[in-house]
């Protein structure tokens, strides 16, 4: 079946480091979505890419999805303490009919930000 | 708009029991999916109900089990529990789960087996 790998499973840095953490997938994704879980808390979606090569951007957050869609990432520049969590990126599977939601999640980058 | 709700919250079992977990999707949402979360491996789908009928299902032993109501809430049972099914369970809705659709999670259920 589909697998969705993350790398790294940690990340400690120093508040005003950048952070970047990368997914891959066994197989081509239609799409591939980004969520954020603090500690304590449930998964909130953070955004969505479809299209091969995409880049989206969100304040200090950049997403992009590879050109074969089976690889992305999320680079966050300058951290700060409020981005402490848990980042998953989560995948459905090939083909546009998109029948349903069965979300395919990666294992999860933690991110500890230092001041 | 109130969103995704699960209850209860916490639940504490013993090995053997069975435990039946609820989600009100947001107003309007049609399809609810189910997760659990562990340390040990991470999210993991369950099923998803559409309009009262199972649509996608993961890879989880028959003793897990979901319903959905006609007014889109969902429950899921799980019977003869076991030590390893202490978990968080999510819940999420969408309004679809067509292609680009977003998921909105629940707080979660945690329950606790001993």
């Known amino acids: 079946g589909q697998q969705v790998m993350q790398i790294p499973q940690y990340q400690h840095v120093q508040e005003g480091e950048d952070f970047t953490t990368y997914c891959n997938s066994s197989?081509?994704?239609?799409?591939i979505q980004w969520y954020k879980q603090r500690p304590g808390g449930h998964p909130v979606f953070l955004i969505q890419?479809?299209?091969?090569?995409e880049v989206k951007k969100q304040k200090r957050l950049t997403f992009q999805f590879g050109e074969a869609k089976k690889n992305s990432s999320l680079h966050i520049t300058a951290t700060q303490t409020t981005d402490v969590g848990t980042y998953f990126c989560?995948?459905?599977?090939?083909?546009?009919?998109?029948?349903?939601?069965?979300?395919?999640f990666g294992t999860g980058t933690q991110l500890k930000v230092e001041l | 708009k109130a969103g995704v709700t699960q209850t209860p919250r916490y639940l504490i079992k013993t090995r053997g029991q069975q435990v039946t977990l609820s989600c009100s999707p947001i107003?309007?949402?049609?399809?609810v999916s189910w997760y659990q979360q562990t340390p040990g491996q991470g999210l993991q789908f369950l099923f998803e109900?559409?309009?009262?009928?199972?649509?996608n299902k993961g890879n989880f032993p028959g003793r897990f089990s979901g319903r959905q109501f006609s007014n889109s809430r969902s429950e899921m049972n799980v019977s003869t529990l076991e030590l390893g099914d202490s978990a968080l369970y999510l819940c999420?809705?969408?309004?679809?789960?067509?292609?680009?659709?977003?998921?909105?999670f629940g707080p979660g259920t945690r329950l606790l087996v001993l």
């Open positions: 109900y559409f309009s009262e009928t199972q649509r």
């Open positions: 989560a995948g459905k599977g090939g083909g546009l009919t998109g029948g349903g939601n069965k979300l395919t």
């Open positions: 999420a809705s969408s309004l679809a789960g067509y292609f680009q659709e977003t998921q909105y």
């Open positions: 890419l479809v299209k091969s090569g």
């Open positions: 197989t081509t994704l239609s799409n």
């Open positions: 107003s309007g949402h049609r399809s």
